[in-house]
């Protein structure tokens, strides 16, 4: 039990194009979402918290604007990069919390932008 | 604020060989840890965790971890390693009063296993 899910898996896009992302918790109900970004052979940084039909509470230095947040429903989570730049190329991972304390995570999607 | 700390950016070790990654943290409330594994090009997978009671946890694939209060530390350890537990590791702390419950990560150790 507890799978999430992330699609695309690994996306390409032109430089100036937004892009959509998708974390699903398959088997649970997630009263909490969180998107993280991570540069090649770094640690997870905190993008956002997303919490089920509130705004996403954006960590310091994460341009809200940007990285669009939108947690629908207790299943889907979504981060929408918008007019994407080179250097938002990275490896974002989503995770999702059901009560209690235990995050569990999608297995990533890496963007490239070109 | 919480703080991890993962001392060794890198451990090469022989197969069959005990291992033990070492975390520090930081916190001035009382905190939940873990210990995530993380294999090329995938998400994070949670090997084991701290929330209260034995000092001692044991998780999957055979690792261990130790809470020391007085040391705010939480090392990792499996006495034989193996192929293939060759990935990237990574502690982390959670505020066990914090309603957002967020996760914050250390630096990563990359344990690379040498047959």
């Known amino acids: 039990g507890a799978v999430v899910s992330q699609h695309p898996s690994w996306v390409i896009c032109k430089s100036g194009t937004s892009v959509k992302i998708e974390c699903r918790s398959l088997?649970?109900?997630?009263?909490?979402m969180f998107w993280y970004r991570q540069f090649p052979k770094q640690s997870l940084m905190l993008m956002a918290t997303?919490?089920?039909?509130?705004?996403?509470?954006?960590e310091q230095g994460v341009e809200k604007d940007k990285f669009l947040i939108n947690h629908a429903s207790l299943t889907l989570s979504t981060l929408t990069v918008t007019s994407a730049h080179p250097e938002d190329s990275s490896f974002y991972i989503c995770?999702?919390?059901?009560?209690?304390?235990?995050?569990?995570f999608g297995p990533g999607t890496r963007l490239t932008v070109l | 604020a919480q703080s991890v700390t993962q001392l060794d950016s890198q451990v090469p070790v022989f197969e069959e060989a005990p291992v033990e990654l070492r975390c520090n943290y930081s916190?001035?409330?009382?905190?939940?840890l873990f210990w995530y594994v993380q294999y090329p090009n995938q998400g994070l997978q949670l090997l084991l965790k701290?929330?209260?009671?034995?000092?001692l946890v044991k998780g999957i694939n055979g690792f261990e971890a130790e809470f020391n209060k007085s040391q705010t530390s939480f090392h990792l350890r499996k006495p034989s390693v193996h192929i293939s537990d060759t990935a990237e590791y990574f502690c982390?702390?959670?505020?066990?009063?914090?309603?957002?419950?967020?996760?914050?990560f250390g630096s990563g150790t990359r344990l690379s296993i040498r047959p």
């Open positions: 916190s001035s409330v009382s905190v939940y």
């Open positions: 995770s999702a919390r059901r009560t209690g304390t235990t995050q569990y």
């Open positions: 982390a702390v959670s505020d066990q009063y914090s309603s957002a419950s967020k996760i914050i």
């Open positions: 997303s919490n089920e039909g509130s705004k996403a509470t954006y």
């Open positions: 701290y929330l209260s009671g034995s000092t």
């Open positions: 088997d649970f109900q997630a009263t909490t």
